[in-house]
């Protein structure tokens, strides 16, 4: 496991479901300090109650601001980046907040890294960047692409991309949205019966960036094996759940952008991705300095789908809810 003992950690967009989940985990082992870098000031408040930690640093500050994240990330030894407009439909509407958040805020975190001597900076990525259909997907796709193209800026700091799944029960998603019309209106809304989805809890997700670093060379795409499940069973499992006998799932039609079936790599990352015990991990297209990575071992055949992946009972899909505390 890597060592954190007496180190400075940053995490951009810490006061999120996910960064909060890596704090916690992270003060568990004995750092210096974890600055939460966030512009969610009633987040950073909440979270500040909730942990009560004086390890625990919070500075006001937005990604798109070069100097910001620069100027925090003196002295810091790792940073992880979670900062993103992760909302679908808000990139859609609005693709040029997407962009200066999620595409040139990665590059300034980048800049930030490498002018303040970081150790290791890890990207947090999304299977929607995966033959990106969605400008949200678009946006983290570029900056899986920056992410290991800045290993050849500079071989002192070590970038990699962690790829994950649908994060069960971060805010914002379906479960607390779902939670919330059953509550107020006794129905939820479900966008097609066949549609699948890979999810991992915020613990599990935080466990596997750590494993992540272990083994990193530096430039991987690194993608956690997730369970996947039917939408409609989630739907069904929480209405059994919160709801009653007269709670209704509504079926709407798929948003244009939206997919029955998610990727975890395409065909051609397949090429250059080897089946690690607990990952995918796609090697970078392009040549990295100093590295020298293991093509040849466990190389995959074909690029893998929801499709591919085997489908998980609703008995599991019922403790991943009890899991994530619902």
């Given amino acids: 496991m890597s060592d954190f003992h007496n180190t400075s950690i940053l995490i951009t967009g810490g006061a999120g479901t996910f960064g909060s989940e890596m704090a916690r985990q992270l003060l568990e082992k004995n750092p210096q300090r974890v600055i939460i870098f966030s512009r969610n000031e009633q987040a950073q408040v909440m979270m500040r109650e909730k942990f009560k930690d004086d390890r625990l640093k919070f500075i006001i500050g937005d990604i798109r601001d070069a100097r910001a994240i620069r100027e925090a990330c003196e002295g810091v030894n790792y940073v992880f ?18 962009i200066l958040t999620n595409v040139t805020g990665s590059q300034n975190v980048i800049d930030a890294c490498i002018q303040n001597n970081v150790d290791v900076c890890v990207n947090i990525s999304s299977d929607k960047s995966c033959y990106a259909t969605c400008f949200y997907g678009k946006t983290k796709a570029i900056a899986e692409g920056l992410f290991t193209e800045a290993n050849n800026i500079t071989t002192h700091t070590d970038f990699f991309t962690f790829r994950s799944g649908n994060l069960f029960g971060s805010s914002g998603s379906v479960v607390p949205i779902w939670i919330n019309q059953i509550k107020q209106r006794n129905y939820i809304c479900v966008t097609g019966e066949k549609m699948r989805r890979f999810f991992i809890t ?20 690194f993608v956690p094996k997730m369970d996947c499940f039917y939408i ?10 919160y709801g009653n006998e007269k709670t209704e799932i509504k079926s709407i039609p798929p948003f244009p952008y939206e997919r029955i079936n998610e990727w975890l790599l395409t065909p051609e990352e397949s090429k250059r991705c080897v089946n690690h015990k607990n990952f995918y991990i796609i090697y970078p297209l392009i040549d990295i300095k100093t590295t020298n990575y293991p093509l040849e071992k466990f190389r995959m055949k074909n690029g893998l789908t929801m499709n591919d992946a085997p489908e998980s009972c609703v008995d599991k899909l019922k403790k991943l809810v009890e899991k994530a505390g619902y």
């Fill in 81 to 98: 980046h979670f900062s993103a407009l992760k909302h679908v439909v808000i990139c859609e509407n609005q693709p040029r907040e997407a």
């Fill in 202 to 221: 915020p613990e599990d997700a935080v466990k596997a960036i750590f494993k992540a670093m272990d083994i990193s060379d530096r430039g991987e795409i």
């Fill in 232 to 241: 409609s069973d989630l739907a069904k499992v929480l209405v059994e759940k």
